[in-house]
């Protein structure tokens, strides 16, 4: 699976970003999507987590209520419609999959369950 993420770019504390992801190269459909970030001296984090069903989904304490993780599995994408940005909220955003065969899995939350990445997108958020 290969993804792009886009979408970052420099917003004023309490703005709004969308970040989209498009996967290409397999049944998209069949994989858990996260999105984790990455801040300056900081290890990667967990952000949201989506189950392929897109009916399932998880998000970091420090995010809930802000933002919200979606998937249209017609379109191979996934998206974090990310609200009320704080400066805290500052790092590179990553998309990441993992294939569930099983429906009924609970995907995982920490990077070292996933095994496709993209590049990632810078997301500053200004005071």
């Known amino acids: 699976v290969q993804l792009v993420e886009s979408g970052g770019g420099l917003v004023q504390a309490g703005g709004s970003l969308r970040l989209s992801c498009a996967a290409s190269?397999?049944?998209?459909?069949?994989?858990?999507m996260a999105w984790f970030r990455q801040a300056p001296g900081k290890e990667r984090e967990s952000v949201s987590v989506?189950?392929?069903?897109?009916?399932?989904?998880y998000y970091a304490d420090s995010v809930k209520g802000r933002f919200t993780i979606s998937r249209d599995n017609a379109k191979n994408t996934v998206f974090l419609q990310m609200n009320s940005l704080k400066p805290e909220d500052t790092a590179v955003y990553y998309c990441?999959?993992?294939?569930?065969?099983?429906?009924?899995?609970?995907?995982?939350?920490?990077?070292?369950?996933?095994?496709?990445w993209g590049q990632g997108t810078q997301v500053t958020v200004s005071s």
């Open positions: 990441a999959a993992r294939l569930m065969p099983d429906s009924q899995l609970v995907p995982p939350i920490t990077p070292s369950g996933y095994n496709y």
């Open positions: 190269g397999r049944t998209f459909s069949n994989y858990a």
């Open positions: 989506i189950t392929w069903s897109g009916t399932s989904t």
